[in-house]
């Protein structure tokens, strides 16, 4: 079977440039600076040769993204084209439900796929999520209410999650959390 073309588009946003990925089905992708050369090798380099720069096909995605970031959008209306496993599809899929302005924990986020004792395993699933911000796992945080992981960084984490708290108290949004929004990162461990 051959390989489908990856059309490929990079916008500048608040939190940075943001590398898009589009197929014939939808979007596969959103890369913050950085992140793609993180997970570079030589199955990426392969699958990058097969990307065309098209910036019409990203023209809804451009604009649903700049709406968020001005305030204006708190869900997304795109055809999304993620690739995962089923357990990975499931949990992005509660991802999407988790309301605007609003935060959950890793073991929330397992009780409400019906796995309560798969927090890791969810864990693992939201940071192989690749579609950041439209899928929003930047809304998943610690129990213990600290900011964990997040492929874009956890200041760009921090950056998204004030401006849905901000938007969703001025426009008096129910911003009743699950967990409130997450003030600080858990402390470095001591070297051994």
């Not at 392969?46 to 023209?59: I, P, Q």
């Not at 395993?121 to 992981?149: E, K, M, W």
């Amino acid at each position: 079977m051959a390989e489908s073309t990856q059309y490929c588009h990079v916008m500048d946003s608040p939190v940075g440039a943001l590398r898009l990925t589009h197929n014939h089905q939808g979007l596969t992708g959103i890369a913050f600076h950085g992140e793609a050369s993180a997970r570079s090798g030589p199955r990426r380099a392969l699958e990058r040769s097969r990307w065309r720069a098209d910036a019409g096909l990203f023209a809804a995605v451009i604009c649903q993204l700049q709406q968020y970031f001005e305030g204006k959008r708190r869900s997304f209306d795109l055809p999304l084209a993620a690739q995962g496993t089923a357990f990975q599809q499931s949990v992005w899929r509660e991802l999407q439900r988790i309301p605007y302005g609003q935060t959950i924990s890793y073991g929330e986020l397992a009780r409400r796929i019906g796995k309560p004792r798969a927090c890791r395993a969810v864990g693992l699933a939201n940071g192989a999520n690749p579609l950041p911000i439209i899928v929003p796992c930047h809304r998943v945080i610690g129990a213990d209410g600290s900011l964990t992981g997040f492929g874009g960084g956890l200041p760009i984490k921090r950056q998204l999650l004030a401006l849905e708290r901000s938007v969703a108290m001025r426009q008096g949004l129910h911003t009743g959390a699950a967990m409130p929004l997450p003030l600080y990162e858990p402390a470095a461990k001591p070297a051994p």
